[in-house]
Nanobody, 131 residues
Framework: QLRLVESGGGLVQAGGSLRLSCTAS????????IGWFRQAPGKEREGVSC?????????YVDSVKGRFTIFRDNADKNTMYLQMNNLKPEDSGVYYC???????????????????????WGQGTQVTVSS
């Protein structure tokens, strides 16, 4: 079973940046579709971004396009990131990383995966953006 641990959350002012990290063990993330989700109080978990196994394609929810970037660590195959720039108060919530191993078929290519498509989850990290 893949274990995922997030870090990097915190309190930031609107317009600021944060970089979330997600470290996997005991396997590397080479063979996994990866994604980030967030959940605000009283709301459903929302897919924020996903990245295919090859790394050739990433998708983002419209509200974060141009501000967030998902990427893998080329040197450390166990780690992935979500770079968040120009943060807004509506970006606040608990952020979760997720990973899904093969078979993944067209996962992330056709549409943003829903939570049920991922088997492996981190415990979440809190992001709070103040206005």
């Amino acid at each position: 079973q893949l274990r995922l641990v997030e870090s990097g959350g915190g309190l930031v002012q609107a317009g600021g940046s944060l970089r979330l990290s997600c470290t996997a063990s005991p396997f590397t993330l080479d063979d996994y579709v990866i994604g980030w989700f967030r959940q605000a109080p009283g709301k459903e978990r929302e897919g924020v971004s996903c990245l295919t196994i090859s790394g050739d394609f990433a998708d983002y929810v419209d509200s974060v396009k141009g501000r967030f970037t998902i990427f893998r660590d080329n040197a450390d195959k166990n780690t992935m990131y979500l770079q968040m720039n120009n943060l807004k108060p509506e970006d606040s919530g608990v952020y979760y990383c997720a990973a899904q191993g093969p078979p993944t078929y067209y996962m992330c290519l056709n549409s943003m995966p829903v939570p049920g498509e991922y088997e492996n989850w981190g415990q979440g990290t809190q992001v709070t953006v103040s206005s």
